[in-house]
């Protein structure tokens, strides 16, 4: 069974740090383009950062310079370290892997996988 599995969500107070994980089990995803979305309440998901097979990565402008994206094809696992976070980082957060370009992972379609999310909360 393939499956997506984030962690490393939590509580933090505004300025703080954490490092997201998304484990990939049941097939390897090193040929995948992937990515982080998020989703706040009473809002739609949003991209957040991607990642193409080659390593070349991508940004919503609300992040950038503040997140990094990273995988690991040795262990099948997804990263996105976060810095100077915000309140309005506050979502759940979710992977996702795609056998297409890793621009579909930046529109947000075609996207063949999904984790069930990690919430993070930044207080002020």
């Known amino acids: 069974q393939v499956q997506l599995v984030e962690s490393g969500g939590g509580l933090v107070q505004a300025g703080g740090s954490l490092r997201l994980s998304c484990a990939a089990s049941?097939?390897?995803?090193?040929?995948?383009?992937m990515g982080w979305f998020r989703q706040s309440a009473g809002k739609e998901r949003e991209f957040v950062a991607a990642i193409s097979r080659a390593g070349d990565t991508y940004y919503a402008d609300s992040v950038k310079g503040r997140f990094t994206i990273s995988r690991d094809n040795a262990e099948n696992t997804l990263f996105l370290q976060m810095i100077g976070l915000k309140p309005e980082d506050t979502a759940v957060y979710y992977c996702?892997?795609?056998?297409?370009?890793?621009?579909?992972?930046?529109?947000?379609?075609?996207?063949?996988?999904w984790g069930k999310g990690t919430l993070v909360t930044v207080s002020s």
């Open positions: 049941g097939r390897t995803f090193s040929g995948d383009a």
């Open positions: 996702a892997a795609t056998h297409a370009s890793v621009y579909m992972v930046v529109r947000g379609k075609d996207l063949d996988y």
